[in-house]
């Protein structure tokens, strides 16, 4: 444990320190900026606790009763699929290619050319196999919001009010950190250059059916989603949504983001690399960074 700890805390801010290539956030954060200030307002009058549970309770029965219909007819949507796949390619930008980085980083591959020679050692078998990934993981979690859905929707007809959204919240909650490391994983194990194209499934199924790897996987993934909630989330939005002055607002924004957001991906691969050290295909892969470390 004393070497995870330092695997994820010291290693990571030095080598973040080292290699800066988190510097693309600032870029992306300026974008969020832009799209933000020109199809979202806010009204902040309508943030209080009473006008949230009013919100609550008007929308439990839409949410409850009129939901699954309009879920339906979204997924026969040419537009839903359109923002789907542009969700896809932010993957890749923000998942996949630093992923890449991270790799040649590991492996003593990374030279001056840094970020965009990953970027192009991305190869088309590695984005099909991430997006087959993804997709799996998509089927799991609408299994499990399913469940959460019938679930929450008993309880709101028992109760009345917001108390189904809160616990069908609650239930998405409770599995949101495996989702996210699912998510990271699907990345990692794109990379990975060992192992087939359905052997890197198997170990990717593992995450959700190993007990060992799926509960540390949980303590990890939440410690991140409160981390990332707080400072890649919740400060960020609420610069770029409530400051007026935009260079006041990105610094902010930025100051939040992108060092922590930079620290928690570089914490979370060497935590991969770390919970999937006993397999052959990634301990031949980083065999030199294992050997560096005494693993």
């Known amino acids: ?46 943030l ?3 006008q949230l549970k009013a919100w609550g309770d008007q929308t439990a029965p839409w949410f409850f009763e009129e939901f699954p219909a309009k879920l339906w007819s979204w997924a026969l949507s040419p537009q839903v699929w359109g923002l789907l796949a542009a969700l896809f390619i932010a993957k890749q930008v923000i998942s996949i290619w630093p ?35 993804v997709g799996s993981l998509v089927l799991i979690g609408l299994f499990w919001a399913g469940i959460s859905f019938t679930l929450a929707s008993f309880f709101w007809h028992a109760l009345g009010g917001a108390w189904g959204l809160l616990l069908f919240g609650f239930l998405l909650g409770g599995v949101s950190p495996v989702i996210l490391g699912g998510l990271s994983f699907s990345s990692k194990l794109a990379v990975l ?3 087939s194209f359905t052997r890197k499934l198997t170990l990717y199924f593992h995450l959700f059916t190993h007990w060992s790897l799926f509960w540390r996987a949980w303590v990890f993934f939440s410690l991140r989603v409160l981390l990332e909630g707080i400072f890649v989330g919740l400060v960020p939005a609420g610069a770029l949504l409530f400051i007026d002055p935009f260079w006041l607002r990105l610094l902010i924004a930025g100051v939040s983001a992108t060092p922590v957001y ?8 060497k935590f991969f690399l770390w919970l999937y050290k006993g397999y052959p295909e990634v301990a031949e892969e980083y065999a030199s960074y294992y050997q560096d470390l005494g693993l």
């Not at 930079?262 to 691969?269: G, Q, Y």
């Open 99 to 133: 992923s890449s980085d991270l790799r040649r980083m590991h492996r003593g591959e990374r030279e001056d050319s840094g970020i965009w020679a990953s970027l192009l050692a991305l190869k088309g078998p590695q984005i099909l196999w991430d997006a087959v990934a």
């Open 1 to 46: 444990m004393k070497t995870l700890f330092t695997l994820i805390g010291v290693h990571s801010v030095r080598e973040l320190v080292r290699y800066k290539s988190f510097f693309l956030l600032i870029f992306l954060l300026f974008i969020a900026d832009r799209l933000l200030k020109s199809y979202v307002q806010v009204d902040k009058s309508s």
């Open 262 to 269: 930079s620290l928690v991906k570089m914490a979370s691969f």
């Open 193 to 195: 250059h060992q192992g």
């Open 48 to 50: 209080g606790l009473d």
